[in-house]
Nanobody, 125 residues
Framework: QVQFVESGGGLVQPGGSLRLSCAASGLFLDYYSIRWFRQAPGKEREGVSCISGGDGSSSYADSVKGRFTISMDNAKNTVYLQMNSLKPEDTAIYYC??????????????????WGQGTQVTVSS
């Protein structure tokens, strides 16, 4: 059974940092591209970042570029999202998912599967 579990969220002040984890079981992450999404109350789901299982290349939404860093630890079968210089507008539930059609990140995703339960990130003073 495939399972993704996100963790690492919490309450942080503006300018602070958090590191989110997406731990996978039941599949090898390096066979897929893995994406982080977020959804704030009343807003549509937003793609935040992607990492390619094929070569580790990554991409970011303009809203987080230069502040967030995605990485993959194949030994731990875990993807991380390091979030620095957090802003109140980063407040959302963050989810990870596997694109089971694409091993490499591209502008558009394919079929997303194995969503985790999400982890809440709140940026507030």
């Amino acid at each position: 059974q495939v399972q993704f579990v996100e963790s690492g969220g919490g309450l942080v002040q503006p300018g602070g940092s958090l590191r989110l984890s997406c731990a996978a079981s039941g599949l090898f992450l390096d066979y897929y591209s893995i994406r982080w999404f977020r959804q704030a109350p009343g807003k549509e789901r937003e793609g935040v970042s992607c990492i390619s299982g094929g070569d580790g290349s990554s991409s970011y939404a303009d809203s987080v570029k230069g502040r967030f860093t995605i990485s993959m630890d194949n030994a731990k079968n875990t993807v991380y999202l390091q979030m620095n210089s957090l802003k109140p507008e980063d407040t959302a539930i963050y989810y990870c998912a596997a694109d089971i059609e694409k091993r490499f990140c591209s502008r558009n995703w394919g079929t997303l599967a194995y969503w985790g339960q999400g982890t809440q990130v709140t940026v507030s003073s």
